[in-house]
């Protein structure tokens, strides 16, 4: 493949000095509900947690926003609080960046040469394979009554996360 058309893989910008920095590839990028998630960029904030050794970030098929997403942990510590995760990345993401699920293995699936196999997780998980110990489902928190909504009466920019097990 030319050099050319690997750059057409990349997701960045030009900063006012004609610096590039790549945010992410473009293969990883989710796009839920019609907004551009980089994965990267989730994962750079749930690797913040000292519970957290590892993180992938991938985007599941979903009916309703296309698609919904799901972040990969492994463990540091053997603690897997998932609702503890959500919690804190309520803080610091946008409710359409947040992981919508969380799933906990042992191990990244890696090539030779070190690189997290994205595509081997989307296949593990959507066909219900991985080992998850805890599974979060994020749901919209309703609309307080001084706010104003869709008339579904729900607002869909937050986000509330409830453990369940299944």
């Known amino acids: 493949?030319?050099?050319?058309?690997?750059?057409?893989?990349?997701?960045?910008?030009?900063?006012?000095?004609?610096?590039?920095?790549?945010?992410?590839?473009?293969?990883?990028?989710?796009?839920?509900?019609?907004?551009?998630?980089?994965?990267?960029?989730?994962?750079?904030v749930l690797l913040t947690f000292p519970e957290v050794r590892e993180a992938a970030v991938i985007g599941l098929p979903h009916r309703i926003w296309g698609e919904a997403v799901t972040a990969v942990l492994v463990s540091r510590t053997g603690e897997r609080n998932s609702a503890a995760i959500i919690d804190g990345c309520r803080e610091v993401l946008a409710g359409y960046r947040m992981p919508k699920h969380?799933?906990?293995?042992?191990?990244?699936?890696?090539?030779?040469?070190?690189?997290?196999?994205?595509?081997?997780?989307?296949?593990?998980?959507?066909?219900?394979?991985?080992?998850?110990?805890?599974?979060?489902?994020a749901e919209p928190a309703p609309v307080p009554e001084n706010e104003p909504s869709n008339g579904s009466g729900m607002r869909h920019s937050i986000i509330d996360a409830k453990t369940t097990s299944d």
């Open 1 to 44: 493949m030319p050099a050319e058309a690997k750059w057409k893989e990349l997701i960045g910008y030009l900063d006012a000095d004609g610096l590039l920095t790549v945010i992410d590839r473009k293969k990883d990028m989710i796009v839920t509900g019609g907004s551009n998630v980089y994965a990267r960029e989730v994962e750079d």
């Open 102 to 137: 969380i799933e906990w293995i042992d191990e990244l699936p890696r090539n030779s040469y070190g690189k997290v196999l994205k595509k081997e997780l989307r296949k593990r998980l959507a066909a219900g394979s991985a080992v998850a110990t805890q599974h979060v489902r």
